[in-house]
């Protein structure tokens, strides 16, 4: 039986050299690193299942040359075949997420959480509506963000100016349309279209449209949070 193990792991260790001659590291990094977030499982919790050191798993993660017995290991440990980080199924691995215009659904800004404000989309003239008698500010969340990824892509419309807000991580806001107010802390910055600004989402801030713009102002915002 220990025969059998033995020649067990060395015919795993030789698919993972394999699989390296023609996998970059990185791409097997961030396919381990996927893995272990599915399972709920932190880098402290892996390294003791595995057996291997938590820096032999963050120099995998980040791309560097593994050696063959630590992805055997991390394999075994998560329960997942050599297989699957070669050639992941779309249910084991999401790699790209897409939004496409039938998958719109706007929300409300202030009050997110209560769901969409329609169950279909909504056009231009009914957005503006809902802004003007219910007082709303629509909020388009995009369906193109990965599941276990960080970024959480927005479109926000500009009738008047929003809430205050704040928020765990980084955010970046980039006009779509007209000319946007961008408030965070105690600046202010006026922002034309196709322009730009990155900022820590934990500084109170608020959105508007600029002085005299054509409403509505559209916004694409981006937040990248740790705690996703």
């Known amino acids: 039986m220990a025969i059998q193990e033995e020649n067990d792991v060395l015919r795993q260790e030789r698919s993972v050299d394999d699989l390296l001659r023609t996998l970059p590291p990185e791409i097997l990094g961030a396919r381990l690193q996927r893995a272990r977030k599915r399972m709920g499982l932190s880098i402290r919790e892996l390294a003791l299942a595995a057996n291997v050191s938590k820096n032999s798993i963050v120099r995998v993660e980040q791309g560097g040359m593994p050696q063959s017995m630590t992805v055997v290991k991390l394999c075994?440990?998560?329960?997942?075949?050599?297989?699957?980080?070669?050639?992941?199924?779309?249910?084991?691995?999401?790699?790209?997420?897409?939004?496409?215009?039938?998958?719109?659904?706007?929300?409300?800004?202030?009050?997110?959480?209560?769901?969409?404000?329609?169950?279909?989309?909504?056009?231009?003239?009914?957005?503006?509506?809902?802004?003007?008698?219910?007082?709303?500010?629509?909020?388009?969340?995009?369906?193109?963000?990965?599941?276990?990824?960080?970024?959480?892509?927005?479109?926000?419309?500009?009738?008047?100016?929003s809430e205050t807000r704040s928020h765990a991580g980084e955010e970046m806001v980039y006009v779509l349309k007209g000319t946007a107010k961008i408030k965070v802390g105690d600046q202010t910055f006026d922002l034309e279209e196709g322009e730009s600004a990155t900022f820590w989402s934990s500084e109170a801030h608020s959105y508007a449209p600029a002085e005299g713009a054509k409403l509505p102002v559209r916004v694409l915002s981006i937040r990248a949070d740790d705690h996703r």
Do not use: C
């Not at 969409?116 to 957005?127: G, I, K, Q, T, V």
């Open 76 to 161: 075994a440990a998560m329960g997942v075949h050599l297989d699957s980080i070669a050639k992941p199924r779309a249910e084991e691995s999401q790699i790209v997420a897409i939004h496409r215009h039938d998958d719109d659904r706007w929300y409300d800004l202030t009050d997110f959480a209560a769901g969409p404000l329609a169950p279909e989309p909504l056009s231009e003239a009914e957005r503006a509506k809902l802004a003007k008698t219910a007082n709303v500010f629509p909020l388009l969340i995009l369906k193109s963000r990965l599941e276990t990824g960080r970024l959480l892509p927005t479109v926000i419309e500009l009738y008047r100016e």
